[in-house]
């Protein structure tokens, strides 16, 4: 009898829906592995920086990508380019230059992508959308 309301807790914690903090930390392992799969390779995550939090920085080629992620769970409230406002994308870049300074790359190529991971209640990926150069 034990071993069926250990089953039944697992069952109940197993599919509870993710809070907001969980959701967006799903999505970003989410953009992660997507660009993974795609031959970028990821050089940090969640990068705390003096102007703010850069959520993926990864490098494809020449380029050194600073990428923005968006979880959502529908378009209801816009696309994930709606919501990023434009007080947040100087914050990016004002990130993305202290970062770069700081490797001493300032002279090398650089891009902002936004990557948005649609996820269902339990934190199960139902569409990702990579929108390079978003900004």
Not at 1 to 9: D, S
């Amino acid at each position: 009898m034990k071993w069926l309301a250990c089953l039944q807790a697992w069952w109940q914690k197993r599919w509870q829906p993710l809070s907001p903090f969980q959701r967006g930390r799903q999505a970003e392992r989410e953009a992660a592995l997507f660009l993974r799969r795609r031959g970028y390779r990821v050089l940090e995550q969640n990068l705390r920086t003096p102007f703010g939090e850069i959520d993926l920085v990864a490098v494809k080629g020449e380029w050194i990508v600073f990428v923005e992620v968006k979880a959502r769970s529908s378009d209801e409230f816009g696309t994930p380019v709606e919501g990023l406002r434009p007080r947040q994308q100087e914050r990016i870049r004002g990130a993305a230059e202290w970062f770069l300074a700081k490797r001493n790359w300032s002279e090398r190529n650089r891009r902002f992508d936004l990557i948005a991971v649609d996820l269902d209640e339990q934190g199960l990926v139902l569409r990702i959308e990579h929108i390079q150069d978003a900004f």
